[in-house]
């Protein structure tokens, strides 16, 4: 794939988000876990999550730095953004699957940090490297690619996406938190993979991804009810939430065609039909 894509950019990025992921994971070994108590029933948050969280912000920054060093790029592709006085243009829906791969990758390869320490952390830092990778190559096949390679790359993004959103699901799943502490991940994590997946087809594609992300909460919320390991509400999650995106990514002016609905349908009763029989197995 002739994509042209700065290596003297991309590997410095990539060792700094990398560095940086590192030294989370040295305060994250520690003996005793710093937290924020926040007081009363509210779940106590790691002092690791902001720095999670400004490394994720570099990786979704460095979208900038890449794809605005490509010889074809163009000020078209950015998207302007109006903040009171500021006004100004970035490559902001581009940021999206990068910025969440950190913390998305994190919050899963966390839940085993127990019974695999030290391999489970390595894990983490090499998936995220990978699929940062994945991404950063992916964005240019898709802006600057012939019409095969952008279908890879959208492929590719697709796949990336549904993989993140099962990360999140299995780690706020794992969590058992109420679901107004969990909507507060969901919410924001689900509009902007929903957004990122259906931008294409909708015009009002944040309302839409906002309206699946209330969604998804309620489905947290009804399978609080089943008393199952956390990876298969995290799939019965995924799953609810790839027929969802899906059917509407078929949808056109008249709404979603009947044996799309149906297809999709029959994907959400099987799966869950699976799933509820691999919960059943483990009783």
Same mark, same amino acid.
């Given at each position: 794939?002739n994509?042209t894509?700065?290596?003297d950019?991309?590997?410095? #990025?990539?060792?700094?988000?990398?560095?940086?992921?590192?030294?989370?994971?040295?305060?994250?070994?520690?003996?005793t876990?710093?937290?924020?108590?926040?007081?009363?029933?509210?779940?106590?948050?790691?002092?690791?999550?902001?720095?999670?969280?400004?490394?994720?912000?570099l990786?979704?920054?460095?979208?900038?730095?890449?794809? %605005?060093?490509?010889?074809?790029?163009?000020?078209?592709m950015?998207?302007?953004?109006?903040?009171?006085?500021?006004?100004? !243009?970035?490559?902001?829906?581009?940021?999206?699957?990068?910025?969440?791969?950190?913390?998305?990758?994190?919050?899963?390869?966390?839940?085993? %940090?127990?019974?695999?320490?030290?391999?489970a952390?390595?894990?983490?830092?090499?998936?995220?490297?990978?699929?940062?990778?994945?991404?950063?190559v992916?964005q240019?096949?898709?802006?600057?690619?012939?019409?095969?390679?952008?279908?890879?790359?959208?492929?590719?993004?697709t796949?990336?996406? =549904?993989?993140?959103?099962?990360?999140?699901? !299995?780690?706020?799943?794992?969590?058992?938190?109420?679901?107004? =502490?969990?909507?507060?991940? #969901?919410?924001?994590?689900?509009?902007?993979?929903?957004?990122?997946?259906?931008h294409?087809?909708?015009?009002?594609?944040?309302?839409?991804?906002?309206?699946?992300?209330?969604?998804?909460v309620?489905?947290?919320?009804?399978?609080g009810?089943?008393?199952? %390991?956390?990876?298969?509400?995290?799939?019965?999650?995924?799953l609810?939430?790839?027929?969802?995106t899906?059917?509407?990514?078929?949808?056109?002016?008249?709404?979603?065609? %009947?044996?799309?609905?149906?297809?999709?349908?029959?994907?959400?009763?099987v799966?869950? #039909?699976?799933?509820?029989?691999?919960?059943f197995?483990r009783?």
């Amino acid at each position: 794939m002739n994509i042209t894509l700065r290596l003297d950019r991309l590997i410095p #990025l990539l060792t700094l988000i990398l560095a940086g992921f590192g030294i989370i994971f040295l305060l994250d070994a520690g003996p005793t876990q710093v937290v924020f108590n926040l007081g009363g029933d509210l779940p106590k948050i790691a002092v690791v999550w902001p720095l999670v969280l400004l490394v994720s912000l570099l990786a979704g920054v460095g979208v900038e730095f890449l794809l %605005r060093a490509h010889p074809r790029f163009k000020r078209s592709m950015l998207t302007s953004i109006h903040i009171g006085p500021f006004e100004g !243009a970035a490559l902001l829906p581009w940021w999206i699957l990068p910025a969440l791969t950190p913390a998305a990758v994190f919050a899963f390869f966390r839940l085993f %940090r127990g019974q695999y320490g030290s391999a489970a952390r390595l894990g983490a830092l090499i998936a995220t490297g990978l699929i940062l990778i994945l991404l950063y190559v992916a964005q240019h096949g898709l802006l600057f690619g012939t019409a095969s390679q952008q279908t890879a790359a959208r492929t590719t993004q697709t796949i990336v996406a =549904y993989g993140l959103a099962f990360a999140v699901f !299995a780690a706020v799943a794992s969590s058992h938190y109420r679901t107004l =502490y969990a909507a507060c991940v #969901l919410v924001p994590v689900v509009t902007l993979l929903s957004y990122h997946l259906l931008h294409e087809q909708h015009q009002h594609a944040w309302t839409l991804a906002l309206r699946i992300a209330f969604a998804l909460v309620g489905s947290y919320w009804v399978l609080g009810f089943w008393s199952a %390991r956390f990876l298969l509400n995290a799939a019965a999650l995924l799953l609810i939430f790839y027929a969802v995106t899906g059917s509407l990514q078929h949808a056109d002016e008249n709404g979603i065609p %009947r044996h799309v609905l149906a297809e999709y349908g029959l994907i959400v009763l099987v799966g869950l #039909l699976v799933l509820g029989i691999a919960a059943f197995g483990r009783h």
